[in-house]
């Protein structure tokens, strides 16, 4: 498991980890978010001793990266613009890492399998594509076979297909037992992904919770309402205490599910055009969450009565 306690980090009077804590536990995907600038990858960097902590820590199994005698069978990681030897073949780059970490030479071409790679492993790895340069990211990753599995935008540069294998393959991490940590700024994508998230704006943790939690908690589903008798419907719901909100000729209701509104409006002989529940999405929570959370430090910042 990943824990960070009190993790703050400061460049110069800037602060971009304002001491967050959180557990990332195992057997499950942990989705990573925050909009730009939020603090993910600075997060991720010390988490990987890539970066030195101000304050506070973040442990893998409760020891720091540096402390780990052969990092690449405790921790697999991806992250964003890996420098990678651009005239070596991608089996060279991959066997030189298993011989600097003492991982076995077999192991290899079984990552090379497991990407995708195969065919390819012999070409130099600076004419990879973007897509292609990621499998192999993910294949060192991997190398090791490592318990904890550390992602920076996997999917970054693939295609659908490659996305589709992305998806399979962290589930399958989990499925495993192993703890996966992994952001992207792909909403969809993380939703069909992620078990829980952890969302971070301005260097803070805004949410710690379950996907379905998360989305329920910070944007709100609504029941769609189309009837011919627009008025009489929304004036009848209004006063059984549910909330309407008229939009064009539709009206948006909350407090009851579709089956309630259903048979209060058809007990009083309105007729119905179109009853649906519109779940919200994950971006949509995501967005009301961090908006809110913009908002408040930029008040927080502003001195009264300024203006901006
Ligand atoms: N080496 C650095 N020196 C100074 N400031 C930095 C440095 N690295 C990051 N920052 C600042 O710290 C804050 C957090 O940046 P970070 O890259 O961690 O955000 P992020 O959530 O990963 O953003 P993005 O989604 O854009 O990748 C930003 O304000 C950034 O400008």
Excluded at 38 to 60: E, F
Excluded at 104 to 123: F, I, K, N, S, Y
Excluded at 240 to 246: I, N, P, Q, R
Excluded at 258 to 268: K, N, S, T
Aim: charged content about 25%.
């Amino acid at each position: 498991m990943i824990e960070a306690r009190g993790l703050t980090k400061k460049y110069g009077d800037r602060t971009a980890v304002d001491g967050i804590s959180f557990t990332v536990h195992p057997g499950r995907v942990t989705g990573f978010l925050g909009p730009n600038g939020a603090g993910k990858s600075t997060t991720m960097r010390m988490l990987l001793g890539l970066d030195r902590p101000t304050a506070g820590s973040i442990t893998v199994h409760g020891r720091s990266y540096a402390d780990f005698p052969a990092p690449l069978r405790q921790v697999g990681a991806l992250l964003e613009a890996r420098a990678l030897h651009p005239g070596r073949s991608a089996r060279d780059h991959l066997r030189w890492m298993a011989a600097s970490n003492g991982l076995p030479v077999r192991r290899v071409d079984e990552v090379l399998d497991l990407v995708g790679l195969t065919d390819v492993a012999g070409q130099r790895v600076g004419r990879f594509s973007l897509g292609m340069g990621q499998r192999l990211g993910i294949a060192v990753a991997l190398l090791g076979d490592p318990p904890v599995v550390v992602l920076d935008e996997p999917v970054n540069g693939l295609d659908p297909e490659g996305i589709r294998w992305v998806r399979t393959l962290t589930r399958q991490l989990a499925a495993e037992g192993r703890t996966v940590f992994l952001s992207s700024h792909l909403m969809s994508e993380m939703a069909l992904t992620a078990d829980h998230l952890v969302v971070i704006g301005r260097g803070r943790v805004l949410a710690d919770c379950s996907m379905p939690d998360f989305i329920a908690e910070h944007a709100a589903s609504f029941v769609r309402v189309r009837s011919p008798q627009r008025a009489e419907v929304a004036e009848l719901l209004r006063r059984d205490g549910l909330e309407v909100t008229a939009v064009d000729d539709e009206l948006r209701v909350q407090g009851r599910d579709a089956a309630g509104i259903g048979e209060l409006v058809g007990r009083q002989g309105h007729l119905l055009h179109e009853l649906t529940l519109v779940s919200s999405s994950l971006e949509d929570a995501f967005m009301t969450l961090t908006a809110a959370s913009v908002e408040y430090t930029a008040r927080d910042r502003t001195p009264a009565g300024a203006t901006r």
